[in-house]
């Protein structure tokens, strides 16, 4: 009786997240491209040894990897400073925290064409500071080494305040009695911060970037966007490619092959995360 | 002023000016937007919104497809995530502990890799170019999600309540009716909030799967627009279509802050 409530959900969900991975893994060992007619044909593993000696491929990798490490980084120490601040008391909390937390509500595409917009050469705000400062125009978007962190910012501006939500529910399960006690004994408020605050924050912390390493591994809207991935692919995600290969070149089975890759190293990720969550006993022992 | 003022006031204009620029960019004519720091000489306009309006198809469009996706998701998911979920808190320790765990992993995939699989089965079944079928991977993508917040909302009830209205005689569809849904309504519209702002949101598999203009939705639109425009300089319109596409949201976010805080911390929480 209850299997039968569970069931319907269940089935959904299979269907929408395995099935696709099975599914991946079979057409990576077949040719579908227009050359078939996007009828899969087996090709003996051609695609994963196209797929080996594909620079682009190993480039996107190393952006992807490059892009994920760089924004989570950022994002969650700056949302560790924003949560400490807003978990204090202070008049009209609420509607800050709302005002915070409003780039993370907005479409990823608006914000992402806003801020190809802000970052325009010459007529974008940041380009005319520099020319009004007499520093001269930098060009951020159509200079490979630079157009990526440009999207660094793009993202650190919209997830920031998500990750920040998370780490403020945390903070409020600390209860203040344990600041008091350390303040009585004579610890500063930065001793109390990697004492109590940091320790106790730390399932928080593991499960945001678990969450963000895996969506900041398949960033796609914001970079197809900004830069369409340019300029000369160096902000080119895997999550582009992937789309870029099936989607204008039409080939299915090249595609699947790089998502497929790609899911794999994100789950030698996952593993690693996993036993750092295996590490924090909190965790375990929380009634999960 | 004390620190925390100032820090404040840094968050807040770090988190408002970049939406706030493309206000100021979206009443500016097009002079004056490639001279924006000459104040003196600005001239205002609404010419760009016009623009933006009377385009075709028109504006309001994307908006009221996002808002038909948006909403059939939001109540596909609820219709399956409620039973789910009292059948997860109803069940022993173990295959909650199980069930949820698995929740937690499908909630972590980054669902960008999923666009591929799910578009070969909109064309395999026929319904691309549908807002309603768009609405079954939304509630697939929502569900573990859903489903971790609500069993949590169905665990924290007391039992002795549910278990009176069972000795009175009332089968489990009248105890959901009158008394467990009742209860769990906080969490049910966090819940709600938080599968509605995502399926608004929603991008590449709405990009895959619909392909006629008059049936995108607002995120796609917006793709759309920054595709054509990548040599462009007058900005104006597209800055009016990313006013005019960010306010709802922000109008749903101020209205359910509470809920939407309540449902994202609840799922770092329970989850």
Not at chain 2, 231 to 241: E, N, Q, R
Request: positive net charge; proline residues 5%; contains cysteine.
């Amino acid at each position: 009786m209850n299997i039968l409530l569970l069931l319907p959900a269940l089935i959904l969900i299979f269907i929408v997240f395995v099935i696709p991975i099975v599914r991946y893994y079979w057409l990576s060992i077949h040719a579908s491209s227009v050359m078939t007619g996007l009828i899969p044909v087996p090709n003996n593993g051609s695609n994963w040894l196209r797929i080996l000696s594909d620079d682009r491929f190993w480039q996107d990798l190393f952006q992807t990897l490059r892009f994920t490490f760089t924004s989570v980084t950022i994002e969650i120490l700056l949302a560790i400073v924003i949560a400490l601040l807003l978990n204090q008391k202070f008049q009209g909390r609420g509607i800050i925290r709302a005002i915070s937390l409003l780039p993370w509500a907005l479409p990823t595409t608006i914000m992402a064409l806003g801020w190809r917009w802000i970052f325009n050469t010459p007529y974008g705000p940041i380009e005319q500071i520099f020319t009004l400062l007499g520093i001269g125009t930098i060009n951020i978007l159509s200079n490979p080494h630079l157009a990526w962190i440009a999207t660094v910012i793009a993202d650190v501006w919209k997830t920031t305040p998500f990750i920040m939500i998370i780490l403020l529910a945390g903070l409020q399960t600390i209860p203040s009695d344990l600041y008091e006690a350390f303040k009585l004994e004579g610890g500063t408020e930065i001793q109390s911060f990697f004492k109590i605050t940091f320790p106790l924050l730390q399932p928080y912390l593991i499960i945001s970037i678990l969450f963000r390493i895996a969506q900041a591994f398949g960033v796609f809207d914001l970079i197809q966007v900004m830069t369409g991935g340019g300029p000369a692919n160096s902000t080119e995600s895997l999550g582009l490619y992937a789309y870029i290969n099936s989607m204008r070149f039409l080939d299915f089975g090249y595609s699947a092959t790089i998502i497929f890759l790609t899911f794999i190293i994100l789950i030698g990720f996952c593993i690693l995360g996993w036993l750092l969550i295996s590490q924090s006993k909190r965790f375990l022992s929380s009634e999960i | 002023m004390k620190r925390n003022t100032i820090l404040i006031i840094i968050l807040l204009l770090w988190s408002l000016s970049p939406f706030l620029w493309q206000v100021y960019t979206s009443f500016s004519t097009t002079t004056s937007i490639l001279k924006p720091f000459s104040f003196i000489e600005h001239k205002w306009t609404l010419q760009n919104y016009i623009k933006v309006i009377e385009s075709n198809p028109p504006f309001w469009r994307y908006l009221l497809n996002s808002a038909i996706v948006g909403s059939t998701s939001t109540i596909l998911t609820l219709f399956l995530a409620i039973p789910a979920s009292y059948a997860i808190s109803k069940s022993n320790n173990h295959q909650r502990k199980i069930t949820k765990i698995f929740l937690f992993l499908t909630s972590l995939f980054p669902y960008v890799l999923l666009f591929l699989s799910l578009l070969e089965m909109a064309r395999k079944l026929n319904i691309g170019n549908n807002l309603l079928a768009l609405s079954i991977p939304y509630s697939a993508l929502s569900l573990p999600l859903a489903i971790l917040l609500l069993s949590s909302a169905f665990q924290d009830l007391p039992n002795d309540i549910e278990e009176a209205a069972r000795i009175e005689g009332l089968g489990l569809v009248q105890r959901m009716k009158w008394i467990l849904f009742p209860l769990i309504a906080p969490a049910t519209a966090s819940t709600a909030i938080i599968i509605f702002l995502f399926s608004w949101n929603e991008y590449p598999i709405a990009l895959t799967w619909i392909s006629k203009s008059e049936m995108i939705t607002l995120p796609v639109a917006i793709a759309r627009i920054a595709g054509s425009s990548v040599f462009s300089v007058p900005y104006g319109a597209y800055a009016a279509a990313t006013v005019l596409g960010a306010v709802p949201l922000m109008i749903i976010v101020l209205l359910f802050q509470k809920q939407i805080i309540s449902g994202l911390t609840q799922g770092a929480i329970k989850g």
